[in-house]
């Protein structure tokens, strides 16, 4: 089996900062992507942030120059380092990975979820 954690939502004022982390646990045999999405209330699921296992990023443009993506290969965590929060950036934050397990299936999983709620 293979879980993915997530910890580190919360409540912070417009302008603060929150860092969000994410773990990988179980019969991994390597991970390639790693992804953190949201989902705001009455509003769809985004893509907010992109690593390869190289390390190559991409960001939506509603968080470019907010937002930083990480990760720890050995370790199997990513991270989203979020600056400058915005009332918008209010939602529950998703981490996503390709994971390749020991049984040498590839598919994405997902961690459960972690709110994060910037008031204005």
């Known amino acids: 089996q293979v879980q993915l954690v997530e910890s580190g939502g919360g409540l912070v004022q417009a302008g603060g900062s929150l860092r969000l982390s994410c773990a990988a646990s179980?019969?991994?045999?390597?991970?390639?992507?790693m992804r953190w999405y949201r989902r705001a209330p009455g509003k769809q699921r985004e893509l907010v942030a992109t690593i390869t296992s190289g390390g190559n990023t991409n960001y939506a443009d509603s968080v470019k120059g907010r937002f930083t993506i990480s990760r720890d290969n050995p370790k199997n965590t990513v991270t989203l380092q979020m600056n400058s929060l915005k009332p918008e950036d209010t939602a529950v934050y998703y981490c996503?990975?390709?994971?390749?397990?020991?049984?040498?299936?590839?598919?994405?999983?997902w961690g459960q979820g972690t709110q994060v709620t910037v008031s204005s």
């Open positions: 996503n990975a390709d994971i390749r397990s020991t049984d040498k299936f590839n598919r994405a999983y």
């Open positions: 179980g019969r991994i045999f390597d991970v390639s992507n």
